[in-house]
């Protein structure tokens, strides 16, 4: 048997492992609650798992930096994360080349938002809400609880002590495919629209993006991702639109040309 071949078994071994104690532990963790299963993983750990999927999203996709679209891109990020009374992540939010509409958050504070959805918003406004989603997300560890109910905690942590890349990769493919549940989707709302608030951004701006998805008929179109990821949901909408601000607040409007922020994608 050559080498290749015994590589490649202990590889598929190693994976059945993986999902045989991914199943185990589901059915014992399955009555815990989000708060209790995310502190199974440090966020130092968090941060070490960002770190290696990081290094697979760059080999897997183009990023686009040191351009225009990246430059709004972080002064939103700063706009946001300055408004967080105290965080322990240091956020990156990358552009992906790509014209799917969406935006995902990965492990360590790690935000991906695809050139498609930056075109489809009619302004920055929109773009950040989205963002303070994804942020929300982060801050309340949707993303590792909802690894921990996929693989396992032990799974999970035996990827930090190494492994091949390509089961990495699939292991990254499998993730991003995968939803929130509609709690973790409200409590992100939640947390997002206040984080607009405290960024003098409108939170109205949230609800306006999801109309336009709506108003295009992108909401049941399966291609579009963030739909499969944040589905269709007028409460939500509504939730925005309802949203009182501080009888003080005072918009700030971003100072960019967004068309042309536009146009450099």
């Keep these: 048997m050559g080498s290749k071949m015994i590589r490649d078994l202990v590889i598929l071994l190693a994976i ?6 991914g199943g185990y532990f589901t059915v014992r ?3 815990k609650t ?11 750990q968090e941060e070490e798992l960002g770190n290696v999927l990081k290094d697979v999203m760059i080999d897997q996709y183009k990023i686009v930096e040191d351009n225009m679209a990246d430059s ?8 946001l994360v300055s408004a967080i009374d105290s965080t322990p992540y240091r956020y990156e939010i990358k552009i992906i080349k790509n014209e799917q509409i969406n935006a995902f958050t990965m492990p360590g504070g790690n935000i991906y938002v695809f050139s498609g959805l930056i075109k489809a918003a009619d302004s920055p406004e929109e773009v ?8 929300g997300h982060a801050e309340k560890r949707h993303v590792v609880t909802r690894l ?12 930090l002590s190494g492994g091949d890349p390509s089961v990495v990769a699939e292991i990254l493919k499998s993730i991003a495919g995968n939803k929130f549940n509609r709690e973790q989707e409200m409590e992100a709302d939640k947390f997002a629209l206040q984080l607009l608030e405290d960024s003098h951004v409108p939170p109205k701006a949230l609800a306006r993006f999801f109309e336009r998805l709506n108003d295009k008929d992108f909401d049941y179109n399966e291609d579009l991702e963030i739909l499969m990821t944040h589905p269709h949901n007028n409460r939500r909408i509504e939730q925005a639109r309802k949203y009182k601000t501080r009888n003080n607040f005072k918009a700030e409007p971003f100072n960019f040309d967004w068309e042309k922020v536009q146009q450099s994608l």
Excluded: P, W, Y
């Design 148 to 159: 921990i109910n996929d693989m396992s905690t032990t799974a999970i942590l035996g990827i």
């Design 128 to 135: 950040a809400s989205v963002l303070a989603h994804e942020i």
């Design 29 to 31: 963790e399955i009555n």
């Design 34 to 44: 989000d708060f209790e299963l995310s502190h199974q993983v440090s966020i130092e």
């Design 16 to 21: 059945a492992g993986a999902l045989f104690v």
């Design 72 to 79: 709004a891109i972080q002064a939103i990020k700063t706009r």
